[in-house]
């Protein structure tokens, strides 16, 4: 670990702050869907360490399930964003999103709502 890093947190500590399960955050790294950012775990032994960001792209993400939006639709909204956006921005994390239980829509700072799940469809301007 570097001197630059001076905050992590491990899987347990996540899944307590965040309220996942611990099966929920392993099949998210398994699937590449969040990833710890600090060190991944690389087999038996290893520690999963997780950033400030990457607690709040997870906190993202439960609070959008529980408004009823299915996985998939949070993965295509978060994969629409990660393409869309400037490369050495975390742009999952740069937008308001906006959820009816059906869509995810992103607000972002020009004041542009889309729907991420109709790959960034102008729903309307303010």
């Given at each position: 670990m570097t001197e630059a890093v001076k905050y992590y947190y491990r899987s347990k500590e996540v899944c307590?702050?965040?309220g996942?399960?611990?099966?929920?955050l392993d099949y998210y790294d398994r699937t590449d869907f969040v990833?710890?950012?600090?060190?991944n775990g690389a087999g038996y032994g290893s520690r999963r360490m997780y950033s400030f960001d990457d607690l709040l792209k997870l906190k993202v993400i439960k609070k959008l399930l529980e408004a009823?939006?299915?996985l998939q639709k949070i993965r295509k909204a978060k994969k629409y964003?990660?393409?869309n956006g400037n490369s050495s921005d975390n742009n999952f994390l740069k937008v308001t999103l906006i959820s009816d239980g059906n869509s995810v829509y992103a607000c972002s700072s020009d004041k542009d709502i889309i729907d991420t799940l109709k790959s960034g469809q102008?729903?309307?301007g303010i």
């Open positions: 307590k702050i965040i996942l399960s611990y099966r929920q990833k710890p950012s600090i060190n009823g939006v299915s964003l990660e393409e102008g729903v309307f």
